[in-house]
């Protein structure tokens, strides 16, 4: 017999898990997006793009959190690592749009 506990555990699960897949979904679309922007417009999207990227890691990690899984690489490290490239990307945007 399931306890009302177990219960609850499963339906935490599965609306993270849900969480999860959608928060997959969003970096996907998000990427592809990024990818499609031409021109000019890169470098007046620089700042949104920046503000998507670091929306779309905080909620990665909630979400990790909030199913218990932990990541394999170290995350203060990897989030130094992201954010040296996303800017190294958004100065050759600058760049290649004057």
């Known amino acids: ?3 009302k506990d177990s219960i ?3 339906s935490e ?8 897949a959608e928060n997959l979904n969003s970096i996907g679309s998000s990427s592809t997006d990024v990818s499609q922007i031409q021109g000019f417009k890169k470098y007046a999207k620089a700042s949104s ?4 990227f670091h929306n779309l890691v905080k909620e990665f990690e909630a979400v ?5 899984f932990s990541l394999a690489v170290a995350n203060e490290e990897q989030r130094r690592l992201d954010q040296e490239s996303l800017n190294e990307d958004i100065e050759q945007m600058k760049h290649a749009c004057i």
């Open 8 to 10: 609850d555990g499963a």
């Open 49 to 52: 793009i920046k503000d998507r």
């Open 64 to 68: 990790m959190t909030d199913l218990h």
């Open 13 to 20: 699960f599965i609306s993270g898990g849900v969480a999860f």
């Open 1 to 3: 017999m399931k306890t």
